[in-house]
């Protein structure tokens, strides 16, 4: 699998294109529920010039309980539209954290079949740091008046069935990104009826370990190094998950920038796994395993 855009641009990058009738700003920040921020309002406040805002809670499975689980692609489809995307726009997505949740719609995108998606490396702060002009009011889109079609990559996304499977797997590498301390059960989970713990065997990467200091992600040499210190092997297929399949995509953004662009996503992650009283945890550090 390749990309037909590079997984990151900076701000500099941006500032010079960001006027490209091809080009469509997306901030697709998200909090969660226990910060009572809102990512709608704050974008209302500042955001890039002519960008646009996408809510990963809106353009959801709604017939799931979880949270934001991938949408049909036809809802896909629509949504992006409605926020002007044709299948020949680059979508650039930031959030406002630096890099976090800008990377679940950089996946979306990717696992719908649109590869022309990137991601602004350390996000609002990045721009504020140049310094970019920003723009305030509501979202303001000018809906396409083609569809958005879509071509679903099921290789990008795995179910929990498909996880437990793969638990047991020699030749697969089941990554977490959430904290150490949630991954070992000292910290508990912040979604009610959500044991504490980790899938059976799998690695703990909190996903800032990926970024340095500003919210960038890390030099290609050094998340290589970093995957590699982990443990993950080049020749194993990977897993990536999280507390609710949003940070996961960003250990996916980071393997892509060293030349894996085939990481998988666990879309219900650990608030699945981890209100399912049948399904396997582990407590513990856990251990990285040199395969």
């Known amino acids: 699998m390749h990309a037909d855009f590079p997984a990151l641009v900076s701000a500099e990058w941006l500032s010079t294109n960001i006027h490209d009738p091809q080009i469509c700003v997306i901030d697709a920040t998200f909090h969660m529920p226990h910060t009572n921020r809102n990512a709608a309002d704050e974008f209302t406040h500042e955001h890039l010039p002519g960008a646009v805002f996408f809510d990963i809670d809106k353009v959801a499975d709604h017939t799931s309980t979880l949270p934001h689980m991938l949408p049909s692609g036809e809802e896909f489809g629509s949504a ?38 990137t991601v602004l ?20 889109p000018k809906p396409s008046h083609r569809p958005f079609v879509t071509h679903f ?28 301390a949630r991954f070992s059960g000292q ?15 799998s690695i703990s990467l909190p996903y800032t370990e990926l970024l340095n200091e500003r919210g960038e992600l890390l030099c290609t040499d050094e998340l290589t190094q970093r995957f590699a210190q982990a443990g993950i092997s080049a020749k194993r297929e990977i897993i990536a998950s999280c507390g609710s399949g949003v940070t996961a995509c960003v250990l996916a953004l980071g393997l892509a920038q060293t030349g894996r662009w085939d990481v998988a996503v666990y879309d219900g992650s650990w608030s699945e796994w981890g209100a399912d009283p049948a399904a396997p945890i582990e407590l513990g550090d856990g251990a990285v395993s040199p395969r």
């Open 80 to 117: 992006v539209a409605t926020l002007g995307m044709t299948n020949d726009t680059l979508a650039v997505v930031y959030d406002t954290h630096g890099l976090m949740s800008a990377a679940r719609l950089w996946w979306m995108f990717r696992i719908f079949g649109h590869d022309r998606v």
């Open 121 to 140: 490396d350390g996000g609002l702060p990045a721009w504020k740091r140049l310094p970019g002009p920003l723009a305030q009011g509501p979202s303001t």
């Open 153 to 180: 990559r099921p290789e990008l996304v795995r179910t929990q069935t498909l996880v437990a499977n793969a638990i047991d797997d020699p030749q697969t590498a089941i990554i977490d990104a959430r904290g150490s």
């Open 187 to 201: 910290a508990p989970e912040p979604r009610a009826g959500v044991r504490s713990g980790h899938i059976p065997g």
